[in-house]
């Protein structure tokens, strides 16, 4: 079985622009979260979609967010990107929601100028 | 509310020793699941345990094994005979649900080096 894949793998933006990163699931996987990780936070949730409703929402302000779709693809926007928006976005999906263990993928570098 | 806490922040040991990886954690649920992952320097996690709050039998897996007590929330990792390639940043989770779905709360990690 294929799987996390994530795209793209690197990305270098501006201050103020807008990024989009897409995730593609595992297949058989319905549910997809996403998480940022940089050095001084860690590894934090930023929000999970199941069936393409979103489950569950991490503390982070608005211009984070996401979608799924009906084939269990997902991808987060962020808009007006930030210098501390640079990080490590990870995806992980899982068979479904609850406590099944993530598999993750290899994660899209943001990097904000 | 939720919290996993990794004491260590780095560990360097010399191969073929045995080194323990501390996590413990704090949840109000009586129902929740409790997970590592590997982070080797490539970037990519790798799960390699899940275990549920009624299950407290140790585990083992080879050069690997997980020792879970529910009286200290503690769920510790233990590499036997550690190698170079175990080098990697290890991280704790914890899983509970709520009403809208799947908390997923990761410790800070825990940096380990395997000296040659």
């Known amino acids: 079985k294929a799987g996390v894949t994530q795209t793209p793998r690197y990305l270098i933006k501006t201050r103020g622009q807008q990024v989009t990163l897409s995730c593609s699931p595992i297949s058989g996987h319905r549910s997809v979260s996403w998480y940022q990780q940089t050095p001084g936070q860690g590894l934090q949730f930023l929000f999970e979609y199941f069936s393409e409703t979103q489950r569950n929402k991490g503390n982070f302000p608005g211009r984070f967010s996401g979608r799924q779709f009906s084939n269990s693809r997902s991808e987060m926007n962020v808009s007006t990107l930030e210098l501390g928006d640079s990080a490590l976005y990870l995806c992980?999906?899982?068979?479904?929601?609850?406590?099944?263990?993530?598999?993750f993928g290899p994660g899209t570098r943001l990097t904000v100028t | 509310a939720q919290k996993v806490t990794q004491a260590q922040t780095e560990i360097s040991v010399v191969e073929k020793e045995d080194v323990t990886l501390d996590c413990v954690y704090e949840?109000?649920?009586?129902?929740?699941?409790l997970f590592w992952y590997k982070q080797p320097p490539s970037g990519e996690l790798v799960f390699l345990i899940r275990r549920n709050s009624f299950d407290e039998q140790n585990e083992i897996s080879g050069r690997y094994s997980w020792n879970f007590q529910k009286s200290t929330s503690s769920f510790n990792f233990t590499i036997t005979a550690s190698q170079v390639v175990d080098s990697a940043v290890y991280f704790c989770?914890?899983?509970?649900?709520?009403?809208?779905?799947?908390?997923?709360?990761f410790g800070p990690g825990t940096r380990l080096s395997v000296l040659p």
């Open positions: 949840t109000r649920d009586t129902t929740y699941y």
């Open positions: 992980a999906s899982s068979l479904g929601t609850g406590y099944y263990e993530q598999y």
């Open positions: 989770a914890l899983s509970d649900l709520d009403n809208y779905g799947q908390n997923f709360v």
